[in-house]
């Protein structure tokens, strides 16, 4: 698609609510239209020859076209590197802050090119949707998380909120149930459903599927929109990200839906659809996107910090210099775990590679202490700064106050009026508007939840045997000494010496 093709394709009819009202079409609603111009940005990259030795690859379906490398199943680390910088190049046109951006969802479609047989018996369904979805590089988004309801008992149990299955039919399912958060499904062409959490038991609770946004019976009831804000009481000067980054997140609800078996990827299997998560290559994969995305993401706050204690005129302060170092630091991390994912892969199915899973579980940990420091940074270091501002664009077009802002509210180091609040006020969009919170929470819980992010680093060293080797490597040294002093044969023993012996 281009970017004209993805925005008239989002005129499906699908049912969307905010504020009380059903929105008529997404591509020109103030809480959603710029947010979909920028994805479309996106689609005319693909099309652009400057960009296009980074952005696209020949598909590997036998159509002649050319795809977005991330959706193409990986089979060598020069494969893996190209996924990584096309993600970053992708993550740059939206300075990081569209985590899910059309390639995100590409960390699932291209896992049923090379592992359709996990699916069976809807193999075909998945190697369908590999095929369509690469060579349309289809805009997916995902709702795997129960709401936050009983969670004190089982997913079985609550058969009044999550999915499930009502009726089996000859032509496909009836689903009914909600998910969250659904993020970014107001500007998608399809969701994608299944399971993340504690397992479940129930045969109408194991599904995991894809569903159209303009499917019969599908409503997405929207949080509150930061877009929409900054447009009604802002500008694009004082809300630069706010006003065309805002990936509203909804309340997905499913009441009746009907699922054609084509759709259907598991059903009945309680034990798969419960695994599936790390047993399909997902988890491999969607945190190689993930650590891509926040390194640019990075590079842009990194950057920004630089400017700001530059306008604030405290970047010879040495304190300040060790913080952005700091920064720079945790920019370094990230990049250098996105090299590492790609150089020393795992294997897959055939001669498939997957981005390697170590490094991609230790990314999911370190987001979560580095994010909330480099925000502290922040605050710490440009304090007032951040708050020491006007209310409006409008004030610098007023000429009563002009002049007072002109002198008064001007940066340090050649930076004047407009120029420091402009700055200011992109940093503050950035980390301290509710948009700004809303992706620390993000950051935080984008791949699981704070406990998940541990333990499924130890599950994953168990099933791998890394954990039995480590274990092995401690019994090595403790093989080498007992009760009666050391057993290996080129140790000499301290009887000589000893007050013990």
Not at 109 to 133: I, V
Not at 146 to 152: A, G, L, T
Not at 414 to 440: C, N, P, Q, T
Request: charged share 25%; with cysteine; proline share 5%.
């Amino acid at each position: 698609m281009t970017g004209d093709e993805y925005v008239e394709s989002l005129r499906d009819g699908r049912e969307l609510w905010l504020y009380g009202d059903k929105v008529d079409d997404v591509t020109t609603h103030p809480a959603f239209r710029n947010s979909v111009r920028m994805t479309a940005r996106l689609y005319d990259a693909l099309h652009d020859p400057d960009k296009q030795g980074v952005l696209t690859v020949p598909t590997d379906t036998g159509s002649g076209g050319f795809t977005h490398p991330f959706f193409r199943t990986p089979r060598s680390r020069e494969d893996l590197v190209a996924d990584r910088d096309a993600i970053a190049e992708w993550a740059r046109m939206t300075y990081g802050w569209m985590g899910r951006s059309p390639d995100y969802k590409a960390s699932f479609l291209s896992t049923l090119g090379a592992n359709p047989d996990f699916y069976e018996p809807f193999g075909d369904n998945a190697r369908r949707w590999y095929a369509e979805s690469q060579e349309k590089v289809l805009y997916w988004n995902h709702a795997i998380i129960n709401p936050p309801v009983d969670r004190d008992r089982q997913p079985d149990e609550v058969k009044d909120i999550f999915i499930h299955v009502d009726e089996e039919r000859d032509d496909g399912l009836i689903v009914s149930g909600a998910k969250v958060v659904a993020t970014g499904s107001a500007i998608t062409h399809y969701n994608f459903i299944a399971h993340y959490g504690l397992p479940i038991k129930k045969r109408e609770f194991a599904l995991v599927c894809t569903v159209p946004m303009g499917a019969p019976g599908m409503k997405l009831i929207c949080r509150h929109s930061y877009s929409m804000q900054a447009d009604v009481m802002g500008s694009p000067f004082d809300y630069p990200l706010s006003s065309r980054f805002d990936e509203n997140d909804t309340i997905f609800i499913l009441d009746r839906v009907k699922i054609p078996w084509e759709n259907v990827f598991i059903y009945g299997d309680a034990d798969k659809a419960s695994t599936f998560f790390p047993k399909t290559g997902f988890l491999n994969r969607f945190t190689f996107h993930g650590c891509t995305r926040l390194a640019v993401k990075l590079d842009f706050l990194a950057g920004l910090l630089m400017k700001g204690v530059e306008a604030t005129g405290t970047k010879d302060f040495r304190g300040i210099q060790t913080r952005v170092g700091e920064v720079l630091a945790w920019r370094n991390l990230f990049w250098g775990l996105t090299d590492a994912m790609a150089a020393n892969p795992d294997a897959w199915e055939g001669d498939a590679l997957l981005p390697k899973l170590d490094y991609g579980l230790a990314y999911r940990w370190f987001m979560t202490q580095g994010y909330p420091k480099i925000k502290e940074i922040f605050e710490k270091d440009l304090g007032a700064a951040l708050i020491y501002l006007n209310s409006n664009a409008k004030d610098f077009k007023t000429p009563e106050i002009r002049p007072y802002l002109d002198q008064y509210v001007r940066g340090s180091n050649g930076y004047d009026a407009v120029e420091r609040v402009k700055l200011m006020k992109l940093i503050w969009d950035s980390l301290g508007s509710e948009f700004g919170g809303r992706h620390e929470l993000y950051e935080r819980n984008y791949s699981g939840n704070h406990e998940n992010v541990r333990a499924e680093m130890l599950f994953a060293a168990q099933n791998s045997g890394t954990a039995d080797a480590m274990k092995g490597f401690a019994e090595q040294c403790m093989a080498e000494y007992d009760l009666d002093g050391w057993t290996a044969p080129d140790l000499i023993n301290p009887d000589d010496v000893s007050l013990h012996r």
